[in-house]
């Protein structure tokens, strides 16, 4: 079916890369999971399984992908193939098992934020956990044993860090994301 519609889609597309990227990010991220079962069999557990993974950490990637594999979905039921619903929706679906991918997108900007903030490397920014964040004192307590050199780092934090981390700390709550770490993904650390 993905081949079929990539066929009819093909068309309509203007740059040749994108064309061949239609179908081969389904076939990356897609096929391994659901490329052999048949159309109607496939439930949207299958569709949050091959999502999930990648959403935090490539959202724009793992957004295609679902509209991607949608249309599929939307070819299969105008054809017959498929008389259940479409898995692969975002209202109605998966907008119940996911994270609003703006929302995502505004995590990864904060660490990239803070990071220019503090001037410190991103993996410090992605490592970073709640315990370390002190919001009243406006200090940034980074344990021994993280730093290189054994000795435990503070970190002040201007106005602009500090607003960075409350709207991150909102978005967390809203988003009910269990970590500790400030920007989480599903594996916990970006």
């Known amino acids: 079916m993905a081949v079929k519609v990539h066929n009819i889609k093909k068309h309509e597309f203007k740059n ?6 239609w179908l081969s990010s389904l076939k990356a991220y897609a096929f391994p999971t659901i490329g052999k079962m048949p159309v109607d ?3 949207p557990a299958h ?4 999502l ?3 959403w935090i950490t490539k959202t724009e990637t793992v957004t295609r992908v ?6 599929v979905f939307d070819y299969a039921l105008a054809k017959g193939a498929r008389t259940l619903s479409n898995p692969a929706n975002w209202k109605g679906c998966m907008e ?3 994270p609003e991918p703006t929302k995502v997108k505004e ?5 990239l934020e803070l990071a220019i903030l503090w001037a410190m490397r991103s993996g410090e920014v992605r490592a970073l956990t709640w315990a ?5 004192r406006k200090l940034i307590t980074i344990p021994e044993e993280k730093m290189k050199n054994e000795r435990e780092h503070v970190i002040p934090l201007s106005t602009a860090a500090i607003g960075v981390l409350k709207r991150t700390k909102t978005q967390k709550n809203k988003l009910k994301i269990p970590s500790d770490y400030v920007f989480p993904n599903r594996k916990d650390t970006l």
């Open 52 to 54: 999930e993974e990648i």
């Open 16 to 21: 040749v890369r994108h064309c061949n990227q």
């Open 41 to 43: 069999s496939v439930e």
């Open 107 to 111: 995590g990864a900007a904060r660490a």
């Open 66 to 71: 679902r509209q991607r594999m949608a249309a």
């Open 47 to 50: 569709i949050e399984h091959i």
């Open 132 to 136: 370390e964040v002190d919001l009243d």
């Open 96 to 98: 119940f098992l996911l």
